[in-house]
Every structure is written in C-alpha cells, then in structure tokens.
C-alpha cells in the first residue's frame, strides 16, 4: 500500500535561514507528489506538484521540491524563509489510477523574526 | 480565486445522531472527495465521487457513511448513528478533469464533535 513519511514533525527557524522538510513515499509505480501548506485558521492550499518533467519543481511564494525517484523522496526547500511561512506543511502523493491523496503526517514549521 | 466552501465549521452531535457535512466544490469541477483528520494524526482519504457515483472509498467509509450531490452545487456526507471515534475535522476537496495529476483543492473543513 501507498505510505508518506514525513520525518520532521516541527521544525523552528530563524528568518532568513534555509529550509529542508523531507518527504519519502512508498509505492513502485508512476505517483504525482504534492505539497501543501495550512496557514493558521486557514485551508490546505496547493504550494506545487510534481508528475513528470523536470524534477525540480518551483512552486509558490519562493518554495522548490526535487523529485529523486532513486530515493523514493520530494523535499521541500526554501532558501531563505520568511515569518509569514509559519505553517503545517503536508507531502502527499497519488498515482495516475487512483486519484485519492495519501498524506504525511505534516510538519509544523514554526519562523521565528 | 474561487474556493471550496463547507458548512458548517463546527458540528456538535450527541453520539448515535445523525449528521449531515455540507460542501460547495469549485464550480466547474467533477470530481469530489471527502477527507478527515482525527486530532494528532494523518488526514486521511474517505471517498471519491464522480459522474454521480462513487469512484473509491476507503475501509473506514462503511455503511455508516453515504454521499450525496443532491443538486448541481452541493456534495454532503451524511454520517448515520455517530460514534465518539466519528470526531474529526472533515475536509472537502474537488478538482477538474484534467487527472490524477490536478490538485485537489480544499475547503477550510467542518469540525465534527461528538458527545
């Protein structure tokens, strides 16, 4: 069956410092990965996805993912995180015969000015 | 930007109750989920709904659980005889046709509470 782990449950940073969350997915076929963020109060919003191509993806408000299919892994990063970034952080994948998202367990990601 | 709404956001039911979640997916479209989160743990699929049908749901979504698009705007999950291990914060989602590879788009959730 499909899993994700996302091994970083919270992460606390300095602005201005880099950000890495790991995400590893279980499953041998072709997926589509996704990343998503949850602001405080607010709803999970898309950051980007992967599904074939290039397999560093940039996505909004200055976040990239790599896709290393050898490993298994699409990591999140940013270079240089903001406050406004404070947020729960959730990997998922699916795959093209099945569209239901399989989640992490998200990170919290708390920066700090 | 247009968004899936739910109603209501927080759902307070005496266990063995009848509730009803309701969801307005984004207008245009076809495909329809419904998720839930139970507090400290994963959000977790329950069931994809297209075409008027259910596509796929998973082992948690028995025969307590029923989906509905009653008209061409809302998408409800129904939860019949609640039990304590029904309180989850339930999310909505839909997409459009382009595939699997289409983001899912999420309504803020309904908290579901039962006493």
């Known amino acids: 069956a499909q899993s994700v782990s996302q091994h970083n449950h919270h992460v606390i940073l300095s602005e201005a410092a880099s950000l890495e969350l790991g995400c590893n997915y279980s499953?041998?076929?072709?997926?589509?990965l996704f990343w998503y963020v949850q602001y405080p109060g607010q709803h999970l919003q898309l950051l980007l996805k992967?599904?074939?191509?290039?397999?560093l993806v940039k996505g909004i408000k200055g976040f990239e993912a790599e896709f290393i299919k050898s490993k298994f892994s699409f990591n999140l990063r940013k270079p240089s995180v903001q406050w406004s970034d404070t947020a729960e952080y959730f990997c998922?994948?699916?795959?093209?015969?099945?569209?239901?998202?399989?989640f992490g367990t998200g990170t919290r990601l708390q920066v700090f000015p | 930007e247009p968004e899936v709404t739910q109603t209501p956001s927080h759902q307070v039911t005496q266990m063995g109750q009848e509730v009803i979640l309701r969801c307005v997916p984004i207008?245009?479209?076809?495909?329809f989920y419904w998720y839930r989160q139970i507090l400290g743990q994963k959000v977790e699929f329950l069931v994809s709904f297209y075409n008027n049908e259910i596509s796929e749901k998973s082992e948690i979504f028995d025969d307590q659980f029923s989906v509905e698009r009653p008209d061409g705007s809302n998408f409800t999950l129904k939860i019949r005889s609640t039990k304590l291990e029904d309180s989850a914060m339930y999310f909505c989602?839909?997409?459009?046709?382009?595939?699997?590879?289409?983001?899912?788009?999420f309504g803020d959730g309904t908290r579901l509470s039962i006493l």
């Open positions: 998922a994948v699916n795959s093209y015969n099945t569209d239901k998202l399989i």
């Open positions: 499953y041998g076929g072709t997926v589509n």
């Open positions: 207008s245009n479209h076809l495909y």
């Open positions: 989602a839909s997409r459009d046709p382009g595939g699997a590879n289409q983001p899912q788009h």
């Open positions: 992967y599904f074939s191509g290039d397999p």
